[in-house]
């Protein structure tokens, strides 16, 4: 008995470690960069690195990194954010996250660098 206890324990938090970073947050559409202003209380808020960032800008762009985005989010002055994410993984935690503090989470971009142009390039929506 304690081992079938176990095993669905274990097996819970699998499921939920699993669909908190793999599973896409439904709502939340992907979209290019934005090229004109945004609306008022609109952000774009940067979570990959801060080397990254600084080397591969995203114009308007607030960077606070992922791993400080849980720490700080206070400062995020915003109530409608435009998420701009290294990757999948980071995308979906990250949204998970600003949704759970209140936050409405307008669109996302996965973006990387281009060495050749130093500017960043956004990537794939799946």
Known sequence: MW?????GTVCLIA???FYQRWM???GVKCAPL??????????VLDIRDYQDADRFPVKDA??????YLKRHIQ????????VVAPDKVSRNL????LQKHGRI??????VSGDETSKTAVKVDCS
């Open 94 to 97: 990250s949204i998970r996250l």
């Open 24 to 26: 896409p947050v439904f």
């Open 105 to 110: 989470v307008t669109g996302f971009a996965v």
């Open 75 to 82: 400062t995020i002055d915003a109530n409608q954010i435009f």
């Open 62 to 67: 607030h960077t606070l990194p992922y791993p």
């Open 15 to 17: 499921l939920i470690f």
């Open 34 to 43: 934005p090229k004109q202003p945004l609306p008022d209380n609109t952000v």
């Open 3 to 7: 081992s079938t206890i176990l095993l």
